[in-house]
């Protein structure tokens, strides 16, 4: 059977890798492209539907971005989403209005119409809204299938054609039914099958991996995190003997972390690689000196990073691929398209513009995070290391706020420390089913008092989120008492630090890192 893929064109909503993620959880594979995609590659691509996505955008804006209206009639299924179900009244000729004000939060809608998109879902539901413009009038030969108090087109369809469109995010766990909608139109209105599978995708890379290198040398940039440690593995399936990973320990790692990754990874660990260890952080420590500017850090770590990697090929002979664990939210959040850029990764946005390499490979670029690891699990790698908490390629240098110095590392080594312990002496992690937690320091000082005596020192924020595919995520509700243990023997043990902090913001609208 020909590989089924969904089209995901990205109008620059920041919704929009939780869109792919929902379609591939109904084990369809899905990739997201611009907007303004030539009509002839999506031809090419032959999607078996296609979802417009939201974005911040007016249609009477000049500029707008609007697909080719001739995408109407390649007879793919259409689902468009919020200014993506805008785009589909504007260009067939409804009428799309400005509201007074935003319609934003939890809007119950009602179902008026027997649809194939609303199969299995309650006639009355709640749905997210975000938007300013709406759907006045719906164009010829589509009906309107669902409205609510506010918004007199909630949703409408040209069943015929197979063109759907809904005012609303179905992709936000925030819409109670939106899996069971957007599971509708992949599998029942686009006739997919659902089988796109890990296993497969594992297979198929180590073949294709294998064509592409052939008796090349590769370099693997291993962080000892999950996405770097399975890409690590998933290239020594390839390569063998050919590959080497370089561990590079930029002084930005937690407590004991370099020690830690040279015992699973090294020569005594359970890897047959080709490892090498390198010791920069001094390096990095001056190339980082005065700068508080969180997208230079980023940028300077990613370039530092490879000119490392550089040293050592010249030192190991000529190599000719490098090996990153970059994964998909890295690559969106990057700006992918007309999306708004969050942060640049060091992987991605950080990279200088020469690089002594015939190609930069990404193994991992169209997966997720759950997807890393469920590949992880095929590869064979244990699950102690497939399910680590991430930890970002800048290292401790997202979780310092301002100027990164040696002794602030080691002030906030200390205190995430403590913090990871305590949660794990008490088994939070499991009971709270946090997917991440971590310290951060803050540039901000205040004054305390230890003992007899003032103090001018610094505020550590405790970080802890929950999250299925960390690209939503609700902070975690950690007992109060675990917290003030972990408070007082922070402020007690950790020199420089008199005031602790707990982070509740939820994701969006505040990232999971702290820059």
């Known amino acids: ?151 007199p087109v909630a949703a409408m369809e040209n069943e015929n054609k197979k063109i759907y469109a809904v005012q609303y995010h179905p992709e936000v766990l925030h819409t109670i039914e939106g899996m069971k909608m957007l599971s509708n139109f992949v599998l029942d209105i686009c006739e997919c099958h659902g089988l796109w599978k890990m296993d497969d995708f594992v297979k ?18 291993l962080s000892g995190g999950v996405d770097s440690s399975v890409a690590a593995v998933l290239l020594s399936k390839v390569a063998g003997k050919n590959l080497t990973c370089v561990f590079v320990d930029h002084g930005l790692l937690r407590k004991n972390e370099g020690d830690e990754v040279e015992k699973i990874f090294g020569p005594k660990g359970n890897y047959d690689l080709n490892f090498i260890r390198v010791n920069a952080s001094q390096r990095f420590y001056d190339k980082l000196k005065g700068i508080t500017e969180p997208e230079q850090k980023r940028k300077i770590i990613g370039a530092e990073f490879i000119k490392v990697f550089e040293e050592v090929a010249n030192k190991i002979g000529a190599v000719d691929y490098l090996v990153q664990g970059t994964i998909y939210p890295d690559v969106i959040e990057s700006g992918l398209g007309k ?14 513009s020469v690089v002594n390499f015939k190609e930069i490979i990404e193994p991992l670029k169209l997966l997720f995070k759950d997807e890393v690891r469920k590949v992880g699990l095929e590869l064979g790698i244990p699950e102690s290391l497939v399910y680590r908490q991430p930890f970002p390629g800048p290292g401790l240098g997202v979780r310092i706020i301002g100027e990164i110095t ?39 000082k205040s004054v305390g008092v230890m003992g007899d005596f003032r103090t001018y020192d610094y505020a550590i924020a405790l ?53």
């Open 1 to 151: 059977m020909q590989e089924e893929k969904i089209l995901v064109l990205d109008f620059g909503g920041q919704y929009n890798q939780l869109i792919a993620r929902r379609v591939r959880e109904c084990n369809v594979y899905c990739e997201i492209h611009p907007f303004n995609m030539p009509l002839v590659d999506i031809i090419e691509y032959n999607p078996k539907g296609i979802i417009f996505t939201g974005g911040p955008n007016s249609v009477f804006a000049d500029k707008a971005p609007l697909v080719d209206k001739k995408i109407f009639d390649l007879n793919i299924p259409i689902l468009g989403i919020c200014y993506g179900c805008q785009t589909i009244a504007y260009l067939l000729g409804g009428n799309v209005k400005s509201a007074k004000s935003s319609e934003y939060g939890k809007i119950n809608i009602d179902i008026i119409k027997d649809s194939k998109l609303f199969k299995d879902v309650n006639k009355n539901t709640i749905v997210w809204m975000s938007h300013t413009d709406y759907v006045e009038e719906v164009p010829k030969s589509f009906e309107i299938s669902a409205k609510s108090f506010n918004c």
């Open 204 to 221: 198929n890379t180590i073949e294709s991996l294998k064509e592409k290198i052939g008796n090349g040398k590769v370099l693997c940039a």
């Open 339 to 352: 999306s708004a850029t969050i942060k640049s990764h060091h992987n991605v946005g950080g990279l200088p």
């Open 406 to 444: 040696e002794e602030k590392v080691k002030i906030l080594q200390e205190a995430d420390y403590i913090f990871r312990e305590e949660i794990r002496k008490t088994d939070i992690d499991k009971k709270c089913n946090l997917s991440q937690y971590f310290a951060a320091l803050t540039n901000m």
């Open 463 to 515: 970080r802890a989120v929950q999250t299925s595919d960390f690209m939503t995520a609700d902070w975690a509700r950690i007992p109060y008492d675990v917290i003030d243990i972990i408070s007082r023997r922070i402020v007690n043990e950790v020199k420089g630090v008199n005031r602790v902090l707990l982070d509740c913001t939820s994701k969006p609208p505040a990232t999971i890192e702290f820059e």
